[in-house]
């Protein structure tokens, strides 16, 4: 089975997100402690909020360049 150029793409951009999830739930777990239970809810919102952040910045980046 062949990989695509954009199934390649698309696997940075996944793994992009979830670099920047984790460095955000570092910080969380530094300041606020996170148990095991919420773990992997606290990693969805992290995951979430990092997606949000890559928008934004587009969104910024084209109205800049208008």
Known sequence: MAVSEDDIKQEEI??????TAKQIMEK??????VGKFNEAIIFT???????QLKHH????ES????
Do not use: M, P, T, V
């Not at 969380?28 to 402690?33: L, P, V």
């Open 45 to 51: 919102l992290c995951l979430i909020y990092a997606r």
């Open 63 to 66: 109205q800049n360049q208008s």
């Open 57 to 60: 910045k587009h969104e910024e």
């Open 14 to 19: 996944i793994q992009d997100d979830f670099r």
């Open 28 to 33: 969380i777990r530094k300041e606020f402690g």
